[in-house]
């Protein structure tokens, strides 16, 4: 085991809250620690949208004109895509306070908005073990022990001890692991599972975001940064065990669940089958 290393906080987790609890210890004169499982940039099941009165809170974060730089259009408006149906109304603006400088919110990816927190957090004076997932806490005197390894390590390899008085788990409630806040869950047919994936070359207008419903599920859509269309949902597992079922038998094969999703909502939304009839997926989902 390496040499243990001392901080006042440790922080596992490094999307918004992660990042965002580290930049204001930091700030404030703590030794901070940021423990991130995956390299950066990564994508995240996320909508992504962001109102106009929480941008002040970016600005206070160091990182308001980086997220204006890049975020994509205006929303101006709402919308409801359910099965033929659509229907779309006025998205208010901000008209006072701090708000009313944007006036709308607005969409940017997380695949580039948590690597803006984290350079932030960085420039802030938080050292930040990356990749690297925490195994274990334990209690060490007047202080906890979180064991590291590198996510690319074997289970035996040899890691590193970092020590704190004070431990945020920021994972996130469905990361699976062995930590005291990794609880266990019990998988369940009505459990809603979420999928995200972005598009580019939509025909959905830059200043409208619709929510999506469909059976079994719902999700939305916005224009985000350079173009892409994010698209983010959840859906019942029962759902999606049926036509993931029904799709392996009329092909006589193993079927994505991503397939089966993107596939379900194009036939049964007529908005969102418009929206992606000539877009093309930009990754995987």
């Known amino acids: 085991m390496k040499r243990a290393s001392t901080h006042d906080a440790i922080i596992i987790g490094a999307g918004p809250a992660g990042t965002s609890a580290a930049l204001a210890l930091a700030r404030r004169g703590w030794a901070v620690a940021i423990v991130e499982k995956s390299a950066f940039p990564r994508r995240k099941v996320?909508?992504?949208?962001?109102?106009?009165?929480?941008l002040a809170l970016l600005d206070r974060l160091g990182i308001g004109d980086a997220w204006r730089g890049e975020a994509g259009p205006e929303i101006r408006r709402v919308g409801l895509f359910s099965g033929n149906a659509s229907i779309e109304a006025p998205m208010p603006g901000a008209r006072s306070g701090p708000a009313?400088?944007?006036?709308?919110g607005r969409a940017l990816g997380r695949d580039i908005l948590d690597t803006l927190l984290l350079d932030a957090a960085r420039s802030a004076g938080v050292e930040v073990f990356q990749p690297c997932r925490a195994v274990a806490i334990e209690r060490d005197g007047d202080r906890q022990a979180v064991r590291i390894q590198a996510t690319s390590g074997s289970p035996g390899e040899e890691g590193m001890t970092l020590r704190a008085s004070v431990i945020v788990a920021a994972h996130g409630s469905w990361e699976p692991g062995p930590l005291p806040s990794q609880l266990g869950k019990q998988s369940r047919s009505s459990d809603l599972l979420g999928f995200k994936a972005h598009f580019t070359g939509s025909a959905l207008p830059p200043d409208l975001m619709p929510l999506l419903t469909f059976p079994g599920g719902y999700g939305g859509m916005v224009l985000a940064d350079r173009g892409r269309l994010s698209i983010s949902c959840c859906i019942r597992r029962d759902v999606l065990a049926r036509l993931r079922g029904s799709l392996a038998r009329e092909r006589g094969g193993h079927v994505p669940a991503a397939e089966a999703v993107e596939r379900h909502i194009r036939a049964t939304c007529r908005g969102a089958r418009d929206a992606l009839a000539d877009a093309r997926l930009d990754g995987p989902w």
């Open 46 to 54: 996320c909508g992504e949208y962001i109102s106009a009165s929480n």
């Open 100 to 104: 009313a400088r944007d006036g709308f």
